[in-house]
């Protein structure tokens, strides 16, 4: 495997920056120690620009080549973590009750330093590489906030790439597709309204929990009943709300979940069906129920061009038999989608071996994998911008 070797030289200095974000763990766009530790070390690498506060706490470096060049890419980086309670019992673990970096984020993050270390360090390339870390992925859009704040046009950003560490991948691999790589998702509420009463005297009352199991299990018949059997759709009702003893009927129920999809009509239909669903079967029980449905991120779409290109990178770096450029959707959300519908580029999984899935309480990223991912970043700026 061609590892870069001034990237394995300081392999044990990005492990050091890894852990210490990962015992650091920061939420959404509230990553004040992580983007300021981040600038500093852009600022110590000798960056051109180091400009903070782009999406409320997002940072952007600039590194231009030694050659002449016109042309600018984007390599993004997540550094937010999840509300969840550390399990590893790892010497490093999350010092911060309640929060974990469950998803990884602390590994794209060190990565990227590695690569922006090295890239400032040489700049053998021609043009302009622009690294980007950005606040909020985890459900709050710092992806969007990003490109709202000017990202593409103010840095002049042509071409932008990502990398997501994937478990169950092995070390040293990568995956990649072109088109719809991960899924839309979309926020589902629906509150119900009965009319309460006593436990023993159900025939007096509308019961909404009974009108609310009901929608759930109507909710399903989309997916397998309206919803083409070669699309990929998911509607999950994760949340029920309902009452406050054992022996009162409530007078309301809220339900919340997630629609997901890879497809533009897809994505209609579920919006569509689950209000005359749901509101369809309250009706049949004497209940009523309204539906809140608010579409979040879109459909990650690779360009192809792009992601020919970064497979072949990724080749370079793995070997030929060691880059799936057909794995299978994922129905998970990334908003790096923001960043592709504004610019061409592509998304890559990089492999993080035999370890906890993503959001586990027990998930570590894997530190084997830094060289892999930090060399790729190193092989695609001096290719996408060669002189």
């Known amino acids: 495997m061609p590892i870069v070797n001034r990237v394995a030289d300081f392999h044990q200095e990005i492990i050091g920056w890894r852990r210490d974000i990962h015992a650091h763990p920061e939420l959404q766009f509230d990553v004040h120690r992580t983007a300021g530790s981040v600038a500093d070390l852009l600022r110590s690498f000798g960056c051109d620009e180091v400009v903070p506060g782009i999406g409320r706490t997002g940072v952007v470096g600039v590194i231009r080549g030694r050659k002449p060049g016109k042309k600018v890419i984007g390599l993004r980086a997540d550094m937010d973590a999840l509300p969840l309670e550390e399990e590893t019992g790892l010497p490093y673990k999350s010092t911060v009750p309640g929060k974990m970096h469950a998803c990884g984020h602390d590994g794209h993050t060190a990565m990227l330093l590695g690569a922006a270390k090295y890239l400032a360090e040489t700049r053998n390339f021609a043009g302009t590489a622009v690294v980007i870390f950005q606040p909020a992925e985890e459900g709050g859009g710092g992806g969007l906030a990003m490109v709202k704040d000017g990202l593409m046009s103010r840095f002049g950003i042509e071409e932008v790439y990502g990398m997501h560490n994937y478990p169950g991948l ?15 998702a979309d926020h589902i509420e629906i509150a119900i309204e009965g009319k309460g009463g006593h436990a023993a005297r159900p025939h007096l009352a509308i019961d909404t929990v009974l009108v609310g199991a009901q929608i759930i299990n109507q909710l399903q018949s989309i997916v397998s009943r309206n919803v083409d059997p070669l699309e990929s759709a998911v509607i999950s009702i994760c949340m029920f709300q309902a009452g406050n003893t054992d022996n009162v009927i409530p007078q309301h129920v809220r339900l919340r979940g997630t629609a997901r999809s ?34 979040g991120y879109p459909v990650l779409m690779n360009h192809e061009r792009e992601t020919s290109f970064a497979a072949d990178v990724a080749r370079e770096i793995a070997g030929n038999t060691k880059v799936d450029t057909a794995v299978a959707p994922v129905m998970g959300a990334e908003d790096f989608a923001y960043m592709l519908e504004e610019r061409p580029g592509a998304f890559i999984f990089v492999g993080n071996g035999d370890s906890a899935g993503l959001h586990h309480p027990a998930y570590n990223f894997n530190d084997d994998v830094i060289p892999v991912g930090t060399s790729y970043w190193v092989r695609l700026t001096e290719t996408a911008l060669a002189g």
């Open 170 to 184: 092995p070390v040293g691999e990568f995956a990649i597709r072109p088109g719809s790589m991960m899924a839309a």
């Open 262 to 295: 890879l497809m533009p009509e897809v994505r209609d239909l579920l919006q569509k069906r689950i209000g005359e669903v749901a509101e369809g079967t309250a009706r049949l029980y004497g209940a009523t129920a309204k539906v809140s449905y608010h579409r």
